[in-house]
Structures are given as C-alpha cells and as structure tokens.
C-alpha cells in the first residue's frame, strides 16, 4: 500500500473511531439512563424520608446530572481514549490499551468511589467506546494489511 493511502487510511479510522464512538456512546449512556434499574431524584427523595441511612450512596443514573458533573471533561477523556485505542491496534501494539485502561481507572478513582451514578456512567461509557474503538482498530488494521 502507498504511504500516503496509508496515513489516510490511519487518520480516518482515527476519525471515526472518535467520532462514531461518540454518538455511540452517548447513545447508549442514554439508553442505560433509561432502564428500570436507574437510578432517580423520585428514589433519593423517598430515601430521605426514612431515618435509616442506606448502605450505600443514591445514584440519579448513568445519564444523570450528578454523574456528569462527577465526571466532568468525560466526553474529551472518551475522545483520547478512543484514539489511543485504535491507534494502538493500528500500530500492532494492543497491550498499549493496558496503559489506556489503567490511566483512565486510576485518574478516576477517587470520584468513583463516591458516587454509584458515574461508576455506572464510567464502566458503561468506557465498555461502550473501547468496544468502539477495538472494532475500528481491527477494521483499520485488516484494511492496512491487506
């Protein structure tokens, strides 16, 4: 394959891994804010109501207000991280996404500790868009070396 159709060919997946998985990823988030498990301001106001603390924190969702203020700048981490991802497919070298991973768990930690709502929000985001980008990278991959 010609260099230049090369680095093409590099630069689109890079682009629709970070753009495609964006929407996907909102898409699904919102979706997941949906489901009947969800958490809601409805269930927090109800457990205010009783004298007894609860074991664990209240939770207004995956697409909640609380869980996206917890998690500011996610949407940019998710950018970043999926063209990590699919670069590092591209370039051969998948245990890069180790490195992707473990970055991203331990800059968050503290906030997700705290808060069930954007724990939901990180493991559903961040399986949504290295999904994403995995099938992007091999997809990319496959045309590079063909």
Do not use: Q
Not at 24 to 47: I, Y
Not at 126 to 131: D, E, G, R, V, Y
């Amino acid at each position: 394959m010609h260099p230049l159709l090369m680095l093409l060919t590099v630069l689109a997946m890079l682009a629709v891994s970070a753009a495609g998985g964006w929407v996907l990823t909102a898409g699904v988030l919102h979706l997941a804010g949906r489901s009947s498990d969800a958490g809601s301001p409805e269930d927090e106001a109800a457990a205010h109501d009783d004298e007894a603390p609860r074991a664990t924190a209240l939770s207004d969702g995956p697409d909640g207000d609380r869980a996206r203020a917890v998690l500011r700048g996610g949407t940019w981490i998710g950018l970043l991280e999926r063209v990590a991802v699919t670069g590092c497919l591209l370039a051969g070298e998948s245990s890069g996404i180790a490195i992707v991973v473990a970055v991203k768990g331990l800059g968050r930690y503290p906030e997700l500790r705290e808060n069930p709502g954007a724990s939901e929000r990180f493991v559903i985001g961040t399986l949504t868009s290295m999904i994403w980008a995995a099938l992007v990278g091999l997809a990319g991959r496959a045309l590079l070396m063909s």
